[in-house]
């Protein structure tokens, strides 16, 4: 009611402002998550690691992430967002400055999946956070916001490591990282504003009982199914298209390769764009043209020219966010309850596929080069297209 009494452009400056360090939020946290892939090449020339394995340094981040991801949903629920959120991003810092003396291939490995153990502080905590402190359409616009953010970072990451890469190593590289993720926590602290709808929840045998129905929700568990093909197809496909862009006819080198990953910058454009359209359409349309959009962009891929490859790539990526968009607003419209722990099982989902994508993308490539690898991602997203259209376009029936 109060609010009500608000001038209506103190309330825009809000929110605004939240939009802000949601999206910043989403940028240092995706700065890191895949910023080995700009610089594999010099990473399996430095440790001579066969592509599967270099792959691995990209696989154990995301692993590490779907692992923790649904406790930390549940810590979250007991504590709260804001402390756990800034706690995740500073921790993060840690093993990222580690990075640059790693002497071994496995030691580089673990450092990387430490990494990844920080992540879900910061990208499960915030979705829940949004779902909370924001209503009705604002949950997608805000999601969409989100995304938007985590493209820039997932963007960047690459940009950043690939360039310094060419001019410092890979190891210089993660310095640079570490010393921005530091910024970030700083801002964060002070940016963030504390939860207003968050009701803590330290019971763990309720929060079990919530887990339990959470896997008996239908449309939470199909969310989750097409999580982890739509991330399956992004990691399999930023992973060892750098293999296939740095041989023969193209032969980029690092800093060529940061180069290729500007067409992020395309989906920072859409995927905000996309809030509306996602609303106004609905979430199985939404995800159903994003798919198709996606597939028909990796299949451009395939041309023998890095005009056709871009142009894929840029056409590919912006589908794959719209489905993420898509798919997060679906869980905060469909799951009333235990949100952080919903957001968590999403997450281990998505990133479960993320990890799997590294390996059965990479084994793909090893047997049949960049089509092969095509091929495998190609069947993920069609497999993500049939699990929305049994389950989402049924009607919803309580927790079904």
Known sequence: MFANTLHPSFLQ??????????W???????LNVYSMQAVLPMVMNDFQASPVQAGVTVGATILAVAL?????????????????????????TVPTALIPLADSLNALIALRFLQGLAIPGIVVVLIAYISEEFHAGGVA???ATYVGGTVMGGFCGRFITGHAGHLLGWRGAFLTLAILNFIGALLVVWLLPPSRCFVPNRNVKAGLSTLWRHMHHKRLMAACAVGFCVLFSLVGTFTYVNLHLASAPFFLSSAGLANVFSVYLVGVLVTPLAGPSIVRLGFLKSLLAALSLSAAGLLMTLL???????????VCSSGVFICQSATISAIAQN?????????GLYYMSY?????AGTLVAGLAYEA?????AVFSIALMQGLAGVIAVVVWRAPAAGNT
């Open 13 to 22: 400056s809000c929110k605004q402002a939240s939009g802000l360090i949601v």
């Open 24 to 30: 910043l939020i989403g940028f240092f946290a995706f």
């Open 68 to 92: 923790v991801s649904p406790f930390m949903g549940m810590l979250s629920d007991a504590f709260g967002r804001k402390i756990i959120i800034c706690a995740s991003m500073f921790v993060l």
């Open 141 to 143: 616009r805000m999601t």
């Open 304 to 314: 023998p020219s890095l005009t056709a490859v871009i142009i894929g790539l840029t």
């Open 335 to 343: 799951v009333s309850e235990g949100r952080s722990l919903a957001t």
């Open 351 to 355: 990133y479960a596929g993320g990890a």
């Open 368 to 372: 049949g080069g960049w089509p092969g």
